[in-house]
């Protein structure tokens, strides 16, 4: 079967760093993907690993173990602009099917 | 370079009755999946056309349906309509069928049936 594991809710403060956690139990596994979705607002990506290791982009960094089935994504320098919910997406292979969690809503307070 | 359209944005139906939601990917793009989200289920894969074939599948009854056209368009449809069938359902798009492909996601059609 496939389970990704996110926590539903995380509050940070605007210029702070936030850590989002996922885990995934997936029968096949060809990467991992994490998009951003603001309330009444389609997903857009963010990052995509395949590899161990991690991923950076500006404010945006993605790390990935495949051996422990883990991913998590740093947002560093928090702005109040990046509350939205964080969508954590396996994609178990063939195809563009992806398997996704069922998000992390992240708020930004003062 | 314009993005995943989606028609109708909004849509309130009642059970029983069927619906065709449609979607233009982005222009160039050959793959369009589909996908549900509902606040309890988060985002569920529907399925994905490639060159006009559905090659992946999610678990959804036979109700729902999709196809693909020679120009990359696609369409969805949901027949005999139930309560909770009310969701946003939305469109992605990529240039192949390779899934390190970014997909690129359409606003949503958000269905309502009473």
């Known amino acids: 079967g496939q389970n990704i594991d996110q926590p539903t809710e995380m509050t940070a403060t605007e210029g702070a760093i936030v850590q989002i956690n996922c885990t995934y139990q997936t029968s096949g596994f060809n990467g991992l993907f994490w998009y951003q979705q603001h309330a009444g607002e389609a997903p857009t990506f963010l990052s995509y690993n395949v590899l161990d290791g991690l991923e950076e982009k500006g404010r945006f960094s993605s790390f990935l173990s495949r051996s422990k089935g883990y991913s998590y994504l740093l947002l560093k320098e928090l702005q109040m602009k990046d509350s939205a919910s964080y969508l954590c997406?396996?994609?178990?292979?063939?195809?563009?099917?992806?398997?996704f969690g069922t998000g992390t809503q992240l708020k930004v307070e003062l | 370079k314009a993005g995943v359209t989606q028609t109708p944005r909004y849509l309130i139906k009642t059970r029983g009755q069927q619906v065709t939601l449609s979607c233009s990917p982005i222009?160039?793009?050959?793959?369009v999946s589909w996908y549900q989200q509902t606040p309890g289920q988060g985002l569920q894969f529907l399925f994905e056309?490639?060159?006009?074939?559905?090659?992946n599948k999610g678990n959804f009854p036979g109700r729902f349906s999709g196809r693909q056209f020679s120009n990359s368009r696609s369409e969805m449809n949901v027949s005999t309509l139930e309560l909770g069938d009310s969701a946003l359902y939305l469109c992605?798009?990529?240039?192949?069928?390779?899934?390190?492909?970014?997909?690129?996601f359409g606003p949503g059609t958000r269905l309502l049936v009473l």
């Open positions: 222009s160039g793009h050959r793959s």
């Open positions: 992605a798009s990529s240039w192949t069928a390779a899934n390190q492909e970014t997909q690129y």
């Open positions: 056309y490639f060159s006009e074939t559905q090659r």
């Open positions: 997406a396996v994609a178990p292979g063939g195809g563009n099917k992806l398997t």
